[in-house]
């Protein structure tokens, strides 16, 4: 008969093995992670979502999509899928843009949707049809079975043909060439680089970006309202971007810590909003007393 003690003993011991290779090789298991389950259905589910109730003006065939999506994932190793694989789904969804509402954005993520949810004008990739079915999914491919791979996908970094880095890519491309008036460009001043040329925005939307259709580049830093504020419109890597957009013959403005993305920030962090009222007030009280 099995002694309780020991069946616990080996019980805590497995748990706490796993624990720690949990914590010493997250890189491996995120490895592990296949495709998205019931991609299927939520991409298509997704599509007749946009088309239905986000913007109704469309009219898309979503299973011919899907269609064209699988057809350049599924007979594709993990790490061959290319731009060009995905041009007939592209070419099946286009899809244009009003001026003057163009949203891109660098390592800020969370700020960014809530700042297009209180200025509505804004559009950012995400709202695009492309960027509404397959947001935060992962797909990949199996080239010795003819379908998806359900257990283990590749990571970004592995490969440079990665079938999700592809898409995004091709998809970057479009809304940057359609990008035309004002443009705004929201940067984290709170980090090394907030303007990385490795970035999505760094090495695919800046250089499609057109200055014969683009009147201004709004480049907004915004920090976080605790710190640490690394960089600005006048240091570190916004002064390399600045210095891109001259030299394209773009015309640019910059805003450090712009009021309504601190009072989001101070909303959604409410322990911070001291430090964004000190902030404000210290301001307003430089600007009162350069107007004496």
């Not at 065939?61 to 994932?73: P, S």
């Not at 209180?118 to 695009?128: A, G, K, N, S, Y």
Request: charged share 15%.
């Amino acid at each position: 008969m099995t002694n309780p003690k020991t069946s616990v003993s080996f019980v805590i011991i497995s748990v706490t093995i796993w624990f720690i290779m949990l914590l010493l090789c997250p890189s491996q298991l995120r490895a592990q992670l296949g495709t998205t389950p019931n991609i299927k259905h939520i991409v298509v589910g997704r599509c007749y979502s946009y088309t239905t109730l986000v913007n109704p003006s469309l009219r898309y065939d979503c299973e011919e999509i899907w269609r064209q999506f699988e057809e350049a994932v599924v007979r594709q190793s993990s790490c061959n899928v290319t731009v060009e694989d995905y041009h007939q789904m592209f070419h099946v969804i286009p899809q244009t843009w009003v001026c003057d509402r163009f949203l891109f954005w660098s390592k800020t993520r969370t700020l960014m949707h809530s700042y297009a949810a209180v200025v509505p004008h804004f559009w950012t990739l995400e709202d695009t049809l492309v960027g509404y079915m397959f947001n935060d999914l992962i797909w990949c491919g199996q080239k010795e079975d003819l379908g998806f791979d359900f257990s283990s996908c590749p990571e970004w970094s592995v490969c440079r043909n990665h079938p999700v880095y592809s898409l995004w890519r091709q998809a970057s491309q479009n809304f940057a060439e359609m990008a035309c008036g004002n443009i705004t460009v929201l940067l984290n001043g709170s980090i090394d680089n907030a303007f990385n040329r490795k970035s999505m925005f760094g090495s695919v939307e800046l250089d499609y970006l057109n200055p014969k259709r683009v009147n201004y580049v709004n480049i907004k830093v915004v920090t976080n309202l605790e710190g640490p504020f690394i960089e600005s419109c006048r240091q570190g890597s916004i002064v390399d971007l600045i210095q891109i957009l001259q030299y394209r013959g773009f015309r640019w403005t910059c805003t450090d810590n712009d009021q309504t993305l601190m009072i989001l920030q101070c909303i959604q962090n409410p322990e911070h909003c001291q430090t964004f009222a000190n902030s404000l007030l210290h301001r307003n009280h430089i600007q009162l007393n350069n107007l004496r």
